[in-house]
């Protein structure tokens, strides 16, 4: 009896898990004909091996320091921590959780149905873990097996972590950082039996996850309220709406780490650089992406405000009321982060102080413009909001250059 309810249950997530996930392919297919273009055709499945697990077998060199190893493993957990969390409505079953949770079945079920859906949710990142355990297997009679047990270790505090997003166990998070801990200071352990214990070791406490936290416990209950209602109130109400549209949204937290990301890496390109004549052509191509990034919140202040257009038509408003505001807060949002990008550039390269304001300029004008193709595009939105930037950047870069 309790593998039956099991195999409906898996059943029935997988289904709802992959109707979310196929709307969502259909939409970005153009995502994986882009990829299938850039691989060549004559490439050897050697090449392509060591290409998949190139980043996870940089994380695993050895002869490395302790910041080495946790700056590298901490971002493998991370990005896998946010694929869950972006999937995180889909995994869980949307609405039928609700009433999953009021039925008499165990943890231990629920935590195997979430297990059997985060392994096919994870298809994008099974690739390079596959990679690199082929490779990893082969080199194992040289080294011991000592990066096949780190890749192994790695995958399930990943996994692990993913399954405390999916069931907002926050309080998991802390042994898997404590493991994360105990794992770069194994690889920094040149002592194979030092090396196994501390493998080891990791790995339960990558499995204490499993205890049952307390979730709603009266000690951490506090009568206090959120501190992010309390500083949205000091907002109009218009940029309120927008700010809550977008905190409700799990993406959010994607787009913006991606932005940080641009940000530092065209930042410590332009310090590599020497902020010389490869600065300009860089921030502008940093740029670009930034606009793309901060353009699809078009789509989430769009849905937000058609659940309530009919309330919105009965207001005295003007016609474009919304179309005007959303522009206006998309363009101060995204200027913060290239405000970020310009200004060293603009304080430590004086021949370059001229372009910055006019490539601000036009940076505002690629979010603007950006607004047509990705609420007009239909399937194609994300195809031609990429083109538009491509040619923005193109047109840039060659503005800058000259």
């Known amino acids: 009896m309790p593998y039956l309810i099991i195999r409906q249950l898996i059943a029935w997530r997988l289904r709802w898990w992959g109707t ?7 939409r970005h297919w153009q995502w994986f ?26 994380t695993f060199q050895p002869g490395h320091d302790f910041l080495w190893h946790i700056v590298r493993l901490g971002a493998l957990l991370v990005v896998a921590a946010l694929w869950a969390l972006v999937q995180r409505q889909a995994l869980s079953g949307g609405e039928g959780r609700r ?7 165990t943890k231990t079920v629920l935590r195997i149905v979430d297990l059997a859906v985060l392994i096919p949710a994870n298809t994008v990142l099974i690739a390079p873990i596959v990679a690199t355990l082929l490779v990893t297997s082969a080199r194992a009679q040289t ?33 898997v950082l404590m493991a994360t801990l105990l794992l770069s200071q194994a690889l920094e352990v040149s002592t194979p039996p030092q090396q196994g214990i501390m493998f080891l070791g990791a790995l339960g406490l990558g499995l204490s996850t499993l205890a049952p936290f307390p979730r709603h416990s009266t000690r951490w209950r506090t009568n206090k309220r959120p501190l992010a209602p309390q500083l949205l109130r000091v907002l109009p109400p218009d940029v309120r709406i927008q700010c809550k549209a977008l905190l409700a949204q799990p993406v959010t937290l ?27 052509p860089t921030i502008a191509l940093a740029l670009a992406v930034l606009a793309l ?5 078009y789509r989430t202040l769009r849905d937000a405000h058609a ?31 290239a405000t970020v990008v310009l200004v060293p550039l603009y304080l430590r390269a004086s021949d370059a102080r001229a372009p910055a304001l006019p490539l601000l300029l036009a940076y505002w004008g690629l979010i603007v413009a950006l607004r047509w193709p990705l609420l007009r595009g239909g399937r194609q939105a994300t195809l031609l909001a990429a083109l538009t930037a491509g040619a923005w950047s193109a047109a840039a870069v060659a503005a800058t250059i000259h």
């Open 20 to 26: 979310v996930t196929t709307r969502a392919m259909q």
């Open 33 to 58: 004909v882009l990829a299938g273009i850039l691989v060549p055709m004559d490439t050897p499945l050697r090449g392509l091996l060591f290409a998949l697990s190139y980043p996870l077998l940089q």
């Open 99 to 105: 009433y999953l949770q009021t039925l008499p079945l």
């Open 143 to 175: 080294d011991g097996g000592r990066d096949l047990a780190a890749v192994l270790v790695t995958t399930a505090l990943a996994l692990l972590l993913q399954l405390t997003v999916v069931e907002r166990r926050w309080f998991g998070v802390i042994p």
């Open 254 to 280: 994607l787009r913006v780490a991606s932005q940080l990301g641009i940000v530092v890496g065209a930042n410590a390109l332009c310090v590599a650089f020497g902020f010389d004549s490869r600065a300009l």
């Open 293 to 297: 990034i901060s353009a699809g919140w």
């Open 307 to 337: 659940r309530v257009s009919t309330y919105l038509n009965a207001l005295p408003l003007p016609r474009h009321s919304w179309f005007v505001r959303d522009t206006r807060f998309l363009v101060i949002l995204g200027t913060v982060p």
